[in-house]
């Protein structure tokens, strides 16, 4: 063969194995992992539209990086996201805020930005009962047998939140403690707790500040608010742990610059609350794992 020959081969395999690098490259994922049932921004937007808004920012964030394609991995529950992310499976997780503290502490996940509603609007839990109630005017006065209504277990605004509000001032629940100071029911929505309350179904409840914001004044009226605990974000987003410093420091410098970019206008069009993104402070994530340990087990000793 000769030396042209040779040298055309060359070339040809060289530009074979640099094409396949490139394809690669164009095609490297960066993957988003969801738990299915998980609550974010529950009390604001049904689940299904929070997730397509929450994905379209991901995908706005995966075409700025360049050569990466956004991929959505959706699972049933937190024991799967968990394995994913400690197998370096999942490249970031997008969870509500005390569901993301309990699987970033059991996966060793880095937590990146979290997102709160922006122009001030506050996201937090409301404890109330009837502005009429003749046995409860203050907090305290839920003990003693009193009956509380929580949206269901899954949720951070209707029952995680609340319950450990509660819990930090001296409301006893059982497990662990017995007796308890209260008997409570799981409604099945922030919108039946509501119901209950006024039909004198429940003594009190637990609702989100936005349904509460959003009552006509003929039902806000009848309301007393015995309670009210923390701001929380409406989500927070973490990274695997072994993910590149470099590739970290990208998606948070896009997410920065996305306000002055006029690609991202119409990312959040659809949007009935925008959504601002702050970086993770550590005394809340540090907060957030402690009031989930306390809602889940009843103590601040967690299981996690």
Request: net charge neutral; charged share 20%; with cysteine.
């Amino acid at each position: 063969m000769s030396l042209a020959k040779i040298i055309m081969v060359l070339l040809t395999v060289t530009f074979i194995l640099l094409s396949s690098c490139n394809l690669a490259f164009a095609q490297s994922p960066l993957t988003l992992g969801l738990v299915r049932n998980d609550h974010l921004g529950d009390g604001i937007d049904t689940d299904k539209e929070i997730k397509q808004t929450h994905v379209r920012l991901f995908d706005y964030i995966a075409s700025k990086l360049g050569n990466f394609a956004l991929k959505v991995v959706i699972v049933d529950n937190t024991t799967a996201i968990v394995d994913l992310l400690k197998n370096q499976k999942v490249d970031l997780y997008l969870g509500s805020p005390f569901i993301s503290a309990l699987v970033d502490n059991k996966s060793q996940a880095t937590p990146l930005l979290t997102m709160w509603l922006a122009d001030d609007s506050h996201y937090h839990s409301m404890i109330v009962t009837r502005k009429d109630s003749p046995v409860i005017y203050h907090l305290y006065d839920l003990k003693g047998g009193k009956t509380f209504g929580f949206s269901d277990p899954e949720s951070n605004i209707g029952y995680l939140l609340p319950k450990s509000y509660l819990m930090e001032n001296g409301i006893k629940f059982s497990p662990p403690s017995s007796p308890a100071d209260m008997f409570y029911i799981f409604t099945g929505g922030e919108n039946k707790t509501l119901a209950k309350i006024l039909n004198r179904t429940i003594d009190a409840g637990a609702i989100s500040s936005q349904l509460f914001d959003s009552l006509p004044s003929s039902l806000s009226s009848k309301l007393k608010v015995v309670g009210k605990s923390i701001d929380i974000p409406i989500s927070i987003i973490s990274h695997r742990s072994d993910m590149d410093p470099g590739l970290v420091d990208r998606i948070i410098s896009i997410i920065n610059n996305m306000k002055t970019d006029p690609q991202a206008d119409t990312i959040f069009k659809k949007l009935s609350k925008e959504i601002e993104l702050k970086t993770i402070d550590a005394k809340l994530s540090e907060n957030l794992t402690g009031m989930v340990a306390k809602a889940i087990n009843g103590t601040e000793s967690s299981y996690l």
